[in-house]
């Protein structure tokens, strides 16, 4: 019997998903076993014209990892649309926005600017940008468009099933290919693992006291943490009551406060706004100058609090530019 046809493809994104599926180990080969991998150019040679040439709905599944900010991307994304059954956003990046963004709180004219002129290491005396369409003697060189947005791939072609994390972990991946595979899947638009805040599996919740209030914030930078106490009590800004759960607390369990990068649950619009409003309420103080002062204790917010959630978020992007 023909194996399914499976695609991964890789937008707007760091790589470490694509490691992710490598950090499969020995469940690569189940999963090489199973499937007819067609399209994977980080890892092997295939062209956009064969992709092309398939009948539409070729794929049993597309994996498709990283956020939309070039018009290649969103063609790409588009096109396997077409042909897959089924499209997985894959990570953060896909899910979310992630990491790239976070360049939303910028306009193009500003990014390339930052990039291409007033970065210390860019020579640049003319002010060169790169350009779609470049005469060249030996032809036409093309680029595709930068996006002045970047957008989550749901905001950008329909999405049948997300898998959260940076990089989702292993065991989910397993989890959603053998669901795949079996057909044993949950309603369209599902987000593949559990629906309940970190804080519910966290071990450190035991330690919370029964009021939570703190009187500082503390950078994870400035103390050694308790690995034993749940760091908001403590002061130190942890995601965990405004995201899903599911990742087997990979940050908590290396000492480190979660980040946020498996989103909200289904019933939080806004992780950011979650999260401040969680924190607001336990900030165990008066005085509004000293309120203040702890305020500014927060050096990025939008970088802390939106981190791969901003495309996603009800702000979505940095407004008049
Ligand atoms: S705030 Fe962080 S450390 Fe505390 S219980 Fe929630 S996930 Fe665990
Ligand atoms: S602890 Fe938070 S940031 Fe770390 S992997 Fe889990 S969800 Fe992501």
Request: with cysteine; glycine share 8%; charged share 25%.
């Amino acid at each position: 019997m023909a194996k399914p046809l499976v695609a991964f493809y890789w937008c707007a994104s760091c790589g470490g998903c694509e490691e992710a599926v490598i950090d499969l180990a020995e469940d690569i080969l189940k999963v090489v076993d199973a499937v007819d991998i067609r399209l994977w150019p980080v890892a092997m040679d295939f062209k956009r014209k064969d992709v092309e040439a398939m009948p539409d709905k070729s794929f049993a599944v597309s994996f498709i990892n990283g956020a939309i900010r070039t018009s290649e991307q969103e063609h790409m994304a588009k096109l396997l649309r077409q042909k897959s059954q089924l499209v997985v956003a894959f990570g953060a990046c896909a899910h979310l926005g992630g990491i790239p963004g976070l360049a939303n709180v910028a306009n193009r004219k500003e990014i390339f600017e930052t990039a291409y002129k007033l970065s210390p290491s860019t020579p640049n005396p003319k002010g060169i940008y790169p350009q779609t369409e470049t005469k060249t003697e030996f032809g036409t060189l093309t680029l595709p468009e930068f996006y002045d947005t970047v957008k989550s791939l749901g905001q950008t072609i329909d999405v049948d099933y997300y898998l959260p994390g940076c990089a989702p972990p292993p065991d989910l991946i397993m989890k959603a290919v053998t669901a795949i595979l079996e057909g044993n899947l949950p309603e369209k638009g599902a987000v593949l693992t559990v629906d309940k805040a970190l804080c519910e599996t966290c071990e450190r919740n035991k330690s919370k006291p029964d009021k939570l209030a703190i009187k500082d914030i503390k950078r994870i930078s400035e103390v050694i943490a308790d690995p034993e106490k749940c760091f908001l009590a403590e002061g130190i800004i942890c995601l965990g009551p405004a995201t899903r759960g599911g990742c087997g607390e990979r940050c908590i369990n290396a000492n480190i406060p979660c980040r946020g990068c498996f989103g909200p649950t289904k019933e939080v619009k806004d992780m950011g706004a979650k999260f401040l409003s969680s924190l607001a309420s336990i900030i165990d103080i008066d005085d509004e100058k000293e309120i203040e002062k702890i305020a500014e204790k927060v050096i990025d917010p939008i970088g802390l609090f939106y981190m791969y959630s901003l495309p996603t978020s009800i702000l979505r992007r940095k407004q008049g530019v």
